[in-house]
């Protein structure tokens, strides 16, 4: 290797590369996506888990007029048609779990109890049907069981002709 002490002094003479400097522009859109990113989970926890998780919690904002009419509605008790001893099994549950339920129904008046009484045997029939449908889990979750009352309701009110279910309410309600 029989450099001469000329060439040695061009090979350091070269400008040496620089390391690139880091867009700017770069970076902005990277931490303007983690803020939407966050923005966006925050959102999904407070108006999707938290409704969920603590139900109570969430309140929705109501005027007083309307809650002190609620409070009215809920003083008047109206007539109460009773179904007792309803048992099933639940879904999947293959015969090693049963459940055991008693429904009243709220209507309005007699008339409509009347009504009731005449379609009993379809009513106990969809009732069987649908509590027969649901898992031992959906028999559980608090959730579950006020889409089951809404259901069981609508199902009744099908069945009439006519809405005259007010409320149904679960009298008893065993899991085994």
């Given at each position: ?16 590369q ?24 925050v ?30 509605e ?18 999947d ?84």
């Open positions: 290797m029989d450099k001469k002490p000329n060439e040695m002094v061009e090979e350091n003479d070269q400008p040496q620089e390391e690139p400097k880091p867009n700017r522009t770069k970076w902005m859109l990277i931490m303007g996506l983690l803020a939407v990113q966050l923005v966006v989970a959102a999904l926890v407070y108006f999707v888990i938290v409704p969920r998780v603590w139900p109570d919690k969430v309140k929705k904002s109501e005027p007083k007029a309307e809650v002190k009419k609620e409070k009215k809920k003083d008047e008790l109206g007539v109460i048609f009773t179904i007792s001893d309803l048992t099933v099994n639940p879904k549950s293959y015969g090693r779990r049963f459940a055991v339920f008693e429904v009243a129904l709220e209507v309005e008046n007699e008339s409509d109890k009347k009504e009731l009484e005449r379609y009993r045997p379809i009513i106990v029939d969809q009732f069987l049907d649908y509590l027969r449908s649901r898992t031992v889990a959906q028999l559980t979750i608090e959730l579950d069981i006020q889409k089951m009352k809404y259901d069981m309701s609508q199902r009744v009110n099908e069945i009439i002709g006519k809405d005259v279910v007010k409320n149904l309410y679960f009298t008893r309600f065993v899991l085994e």
